[in-house]
Nanobody, 118 residues
């Protein structure tokens, strides 16, 4: 499985970016998918995640109301729309896909850098 992120870059505070995660197989085949981020000197943290059981995505409190996770109908790509960006959103953003059976496996992309200037 390959996950390839794109869409990162430099943006001013208050601006927007849309990240994409292209998967080498249908996104519907995973039990869950999501976005994580890692800022310099900090641990990787969850940004948003969604399961294939239905329901709405879950978001970290720090991004609720500003970020939106979505996917295309064809099941090829997952997106993260980021609005009202803040300098503290600066991080490398990683795409994650997870399967649960027969055992838990996490797949990761290589990440895309988002830099928000003040």
């Amino acid at each position: 499985v390959q996950l390839v992120e794109s869409g990162g870059g430099l943006v001013q505070a208050g601006g927007s970016l849309r990240l994409s995660c292209a998967a080498s197989r249908s996104t519907f085949s995973f039990n869950a998918m999501g976005w994580y981020r890692q800022a310099p000197g900090k641990q990787r943290e969850l940004v948003a995640t969604v399961t294939n059981a239905g329901g709405s995505p879950n978001y970290a409190d720090s991004v609720k109301g500003r970020f939106t996770l979505s996917g295309d109908n064809a099941g090829n790509t997952m997106y993260l729309q980021m609005n009202s960006l803040k300098p503290e959103d600066t991080a490398v953003y990683y795409c994650n896909a997870r399967i649960l059976a027969p055992y838990v496996v996490d797949y990761w992309g290589k990440g895309t850098l988002v830099t928000v200037s003040s």
